[in-house]
């Protein structure tokens, strides 16, 4: 998050040291999200940071909030907005992330949201004791049974279980909390959790696997989607197939909600918007850039002339993280013929999310355009610096959204599930015993 | 915590069912804290709850905070007092907890932390796909490389690793940075963590064991003990033990505090104090009674007649969990004579620990004998019930204390390591390169 999703952010005017960790600084930018009526504020996470001996590490502001921390202090100081971290299906225990995401939900009164992610880095494994990461396949196939077991967690407390009968002396009604006894390939789990259900009944469950794997993850148990498409016709692939996936796992088109990642640079004019591209491309350290792209596709470029082209990668079956992101940018590559300076620097705010750079109205056109035509339910917003990156979102494009009635004025609910427009699944429980 | 330590506190006058993760409420108790000028707040942490099918279970309100999210929202709405969260050696993976306390001292800067517990309990492993807990040996053997893990990744980052040059793009002193490579018994863990130092450097290490192993763990590595003794010749055996344990790690008397539990119900008189004991007892569900002392115990004891002894109990060394509580409960039946309804009642309030019930004056008069004569350095206060019966301890008892010259009026430092006096423990890695 912090101080951007641009590589050289933490150089560009605005961005402070002293905004590091700060949460005064941090609640000012969740009450300027929540100010801007966003559905939900959405941490990213890794495992690990780069070797401190590696290319571009004393360039990069390579650090990472683990997020609950940072979710529960936001909670504190926000109302409506929905508060999503993500969490690792790999390198953690499912009860110990039930627990999180149930306890932020109580918190927040519903408005709490899982990114459920696999971690396929190298450098995440070998923190957690293994010398290399899980194959791929094993990753989703374990991704999957801890979802399942994670989500009958949460359905362990029927909603109406605490009683609360001062008088009688009974605190809870035994037969709304049920022993999940799972019993799986990877995991068995008794149960119950030990945190109640929320107002939203659970928490939302979030996902952005583009593999084949992941989009049948996704179609089995995700109600959001973010995915990195870089062309329309490419997301309206993406979303019809994804959707079409929907049916056989007995769910309906609007269970999901799929959302592109957008990384945005605004200007009251074009002209700005692309002189404060520019400005953050000129600030990009050549060791920070590179070691974003060996990053990005799993492979050392070092040494590598940064105005020759990218040399012959590994076949993408060799890539133990995320496979499509590699596909797509030895794609971007491909096309536009791009040096290996030109690559990183065209990955270097975006990460190989698509980038808008303009005025309010040529990104809302843009937005409007894919919403209305079947490639975004909605758009996961990557500002490119804060403050002021993001506060040109919320002063100059959200108003614009606004004006033409594609975005909320007010929040009309009280959860996440209400923002979204998403239905409570049934209860693994109450299923059962019906 | 909440609704208090009593068993029945849930069902005293002023508990609500509303209080119940109301993050406003939970804010008011945290001020109140503040307010009382205490050095932390500290969380328990269990990570199971009791089988809905057991005694007693719809008559207790069996549902458990997980600790992170609330201490960030408690960080939030506090300026000074300590957040310290309890964190399992044996369910977690140690990269893991080291980055929520250390992202929770940053945000918080420099208030958190660790309370470290091995977790014996057999539903806590059903929970994570063990059929039996470890034994208590390996548990402890786990924990001191555990600790031994995140306290090297807590030192991975020097303090003054962020440089933040934005004119010359140096982000990071990478010779401050620095990967652990631990290899171990255990864990293979390679760092660095994702979190730089905060400013108390790092968080406050936190045990309870009071068995050999988990008194030489404590020696070794400890900076605040919390213990249940019930007089102040065992408190002071207690204190002499450990303290003289600690020069064979090469550490001071001052580097370890100890903090007896005191389980606390305030009147204005004596009588009203005990009246208020009374009341809450008065509204012990039996089932409720039995089934905390069935858990304390570890030991089923449905069936037999309440108004009878203890029946014989399985040999200590067949206790997975808390040994030296299942110790310390028989033997204050065997000396009391106790029956099992009078064991429980004994232990509904204060679970193993003192109970202190009087005047401010009577309470304040005990602190002191213990505080002055090495029995204690401070006390773990444990609330009997959540708003009035802290609100008595803050408004009554610490004034009491203060008129007495026995504790802070204001805050000296700001840090937690500063409010317990605790000097930074030396660098893993400094050292090392010295």
Known sequence: MLPGHHVSSWRYQGTKKEHLFNLKFLAAQAKL???????????????????????????????????????????????????VGTASSTHNEPYNVARKFASLDQLSEGRSGWNVVTSGQLLESKNFSDEQPLAHRERYERAEEFVEVVTKLWDSWEEDAIVYDQSSGKAIDSSKVHSIHHKGEWFSVRGPLTVPASKQHRPIIIQAGSSESGKELAAKTAEVVFTAAQTIENAREFYRDLKGRLVKYGRQRDDLKIMPGVFIIIGRTEEEAKHKKQQLLDLVPEEAGLARLSEHLEFDLKGYPLDGPLPKLPSIEKVSGTQSRVELLKKVAEENNFTIRQLYQHIAGARGQRELVGTPEQIADDLQLWFKTEAADGFNILPSHFPDGFQDIVDLLIPELQRRGLFRREYEGDTLREHLGLKTPPNHFIRLSE
Not at 52 to 70: D, H
């Open 33 to 83: 999200a929540e100010k801007g009526k966003f559905d939900m504020i959405f941490l990213a996470d890794q495992l690990n940071i780069n070797d401190p001996t590696s290319t571009g590490f004393e360039q990069t502001l390579n650090i990472m909030y683990e997020p609950f921390t940072l979710l529960g202090a936001l909670a504190a100081v926000t109302e409506k907005i929905g508060l």
